[in-house]
Structure formats: C-alpha cells, structure tokens
C-alpha cells in the first residue's frame, strides 16, 4: 500500500513570517511534518543520526505541506501518459550523468531533460536531501508507477534508506494515494480556516480571512483542474534529445567534500 502521510503542526504553534510585520497565510498554515509510506518502506524518514544530530520532534521533514502537496498535483498531471520503455533508462536515473558541452544545447535536449524534470519531486530545500523521482510505464504488461529514491553515499547518514530504492505499486493505487492526500489536507485545512475565522487571528499577527477563506476554496479545486488539462509530450523530440546527449562524455564523480556536519534544517519563512 502507498500513503502520502502528513501530520500538521498544531495551530497555536505555527509560527508566523515577517519580522516587524508578522503574518499568516494559507501556505504558512500548513506547517508540519511529512513522509511517505510504501511496500514496508518510509521514503524521506531521518535516521536516528540527524534525529539525534538536530533534536528534531519527529523523525520526518518539518516544513509546509502545500510544499509537497502542490509538488504531487504537478507529479499526477505528468503521469496521465506513461514513459515508452526506451527512455526509462533516461527517466529513472540508470542512464549515466553526462559533461555539458560548452556549445548550447539543442531544443531537443531541453525538451529530454524538461521530461526528466517532471517526474522528480523536488526537496532541495532539505538538507542532504534524497532524490525522489516517480514515473508511470508499463511493467509485465501492467499498468505501473514506480518510485525511485536516491541518496548518494556522500549524503548517507542524514536520511534512513539504501542508496537506491526502487518500489513499484499499480498507477490506480498511485492515483488514488494523491487523491486521498489532497481530499485529508483540504479537509484538515478546512477545519483550520474555520477555527481562525472564530478566533480572529492570533494577537499582533496580520491575517486576511477573507483572502484565506477564498484562497482555500480555489486550491480544494487545484487537483481537479489540474487534471482537465491535457498531458501533451512530444516524445520524437524527446527520444531525439535522449539520443543528443548520450554522445556526451560520462561525467566523473568528483570527491564529495568533508565540512563536517551541515547544520539543522531552517523553515524558509
């Protein structure tokens, strides 16, 4: 079974942005933590290293989940068509890092690393974070998802895991993980607007709840008008740009540098 787990950080301790002029808003409120559960396996979990290391309150990222969320909407858009076998290899990281060339690159290689891109759920704003990438293909002739997790050697010791994971579960069964995320983040989110329209906001913070009430109205749309909008690939283009930059030189892995131990991971307020 796959899950998009969340847990939202209680609403009287969310902290406010802005120095002199504190404030709130929806992407604010959903301060909290995330992971995600699949096949016996929970992707983006701490080890008990930087548990320890940072005196973290739960061993799982603590930042926005509109973050996450909004990162997954984009993911299920892309994967309403599935990869074609021959660039798998492309898409899934097994194909080797290539040297950019000094030349520009061509409209067909934009287009092969933009396909690429779509399929990454991006972290870097976690320190050592893994790399995780989710694409659809077809797999003994079903219809598949499969999430990749990456973290390099160098980066060990700050997230639990191999250096590569790969799981695989039925695209129904991904589809409908994200659905029910987005159905239990609105409705958490819900209840969170309601509470504040009650209460007012909290003494010296600026909080337009009207905008916020509006604003949580449109997003509980987002997932469902994202998916009215067609996927379109250009997959000649793509397989073209694949080929491209398969005559570049193999990159070399340079040394990972030894600074000691990053420092704690920081909200970005």
């Not at 739960?58 to 309403?80: I, K, S, V």
């Not at 819900?190 to 337009?208: C, F, K, M, Q």
Request: one cysteine or more.
């Amino acid at each position: 079974m796959l899950s998009f787990s969340f847990e939202l950080r209680p609403l009287a301790e969310v902290a406010p942005w802005g120095g002199t002029r504190p404030n709130l808003h929806w992407f604010g409120l959903t301060e909290g933590w995330y992971w995600i559960d699949v096949e016996g396996h929970e992707l983006l979990r701490y080890c008990d290293e930087a548990v320890h290391r940072w005196n973290l309150e739960r061993p799982y990222p603590d930042y926005y989940l509109a973050r996450f969320w909004e990162d997954l909407l984009t993911l299920r858009w892309a994967l309403q068509a599935a990869v074609p076998d021959d660039l798998v290899p492309f898409v899934d990281g097994t194909s080797p890092h290539r040297e950019f060339p000094d030349d520009e690159i061509s409209a067909e290689v934009d287009v092969a690393f933009g396909l690429q891109g779509d399929y990454r759920l991006d972290f870097g704003y976690l320190t050592d974070a893994p790399a995780l990438s989710c694409y659809r293909h077809t797999l003994d002739g079903r219809d598949a998802v499969t999430l990749t997790q990456l973290i390099p050697s160098a980066k060990q010791g700050t997230f639990e895991g191999p250096e590569r994971l790969d799981v695989t579960v039925p695209a129904g069964e991904f589809f409908a993980a994200v659905a029910d995320l987005d159905r239990r983040l609105i409705a958490a989110m819900g209840e969170r607007v309601t509470a504040l329209e009650r209460s007012g906001p909290p003494p010296g913070v600026e909080l337009d709840l009207a905008q916020l009430r509006t604003e949580h109205l449109g997003r509980s749309r987002w997932l469902a008008e994202r998916l009215e909008s067609p996927r379109q690939v250009d997959w000649t283009k793509a397989r073209a740009g694949f080929a491209e930059l398969s005559t570049w030189p193999v990159e070399q892995e340079s040394p990972a540098d030894d600074d000691g131990a990053p420092a704690r991971p920081e909200l970005s307020r």
